[in-house]
């Protein structure tokens, strides 16, 4: 079977909070304390964070939340809205995507990207450094970094754009 994407869905906090915490215990170990990663209540955060998420309808969210379902199980989770940064000059931002290393090459990051983020229009992202691997992932979907860093729980981290400003000149 392949990789299904779709809208996130309340069912589908439990699935996605583990994602997301292992997506964070993959990428930032070593970069992050270990007791901010092995929290035992950091499954427990996460599913109220993708709880509230889903649930919010207020007009203003303009957040957009999707699955990657892989035999029934959520493999992937993205979440995309409104640009969060002071200078931005995009509409949306990428705050999350992650999926299991394990379905790593498989699409399913391809397929979450397109579902929360309108890759015809400006975007940005935060993206750990170093972590060549999702770096590359964005670049090849026509993100650049735009030389803006910062350091963020401990992990430093680089801004992306898209479509590149560089490329547009």
């Known amino acids: 079977m392949s990789i299904v994407v779709r809208p996130a869905e309340l069912g589908d906090v439990p ?35 993708w709880t509230a998420v889903i649930s919010d309808d207020r007009p203003g969210a ?12 959520v493999v992937g989770a993205a979440l995309a809205g409104a640009p969060t940064d002071d200078d931005a000059t995009w509409p949306q931002q990428l705050y999350v995507l992650y999926t299991y290393a394990a379905v790593h090459g498989q699409g399913g990051g ?3 990207l397109a579902e929360v983020i309108d ?24 993100f650049e970094a735009d030389g803006v860093s910062k350091v963020d729980d401990g992990v430093r981290e680089i801004r992306m754009v898209s479509p590149s400003p560089l490329s547009r000149s």
Not at 24 to 49: A, C, S
Not at 134 to 141: E, L
Request: proline fraction near 7%; charged fraction near 30%.
């Open 119 to 142: 890759l015809d229009a400006p975007a940005a992202l935060w993206v750990a450094d170093p972590n060549p691997r999702a770096q590359a992932f964005y670049r090849k979907h026509g």
């Open 15 to 49: 699935g996605l909070a583990r994602v997301h915490v292992e997506g964070w215990r993959e990428t930032y170990r070593g970069q992050m304390p270990d007791e901010v990663l092995d929290d035992p209540t950091f499954v427990e955060r996460r599913e109220r964070f």
């Open 62 to 73: 303009n957040r957009r939340a999707a699955t990657a379902i892989l035999d029934g199980k």
């Open 110 to 112: 391809a397929a979450l």
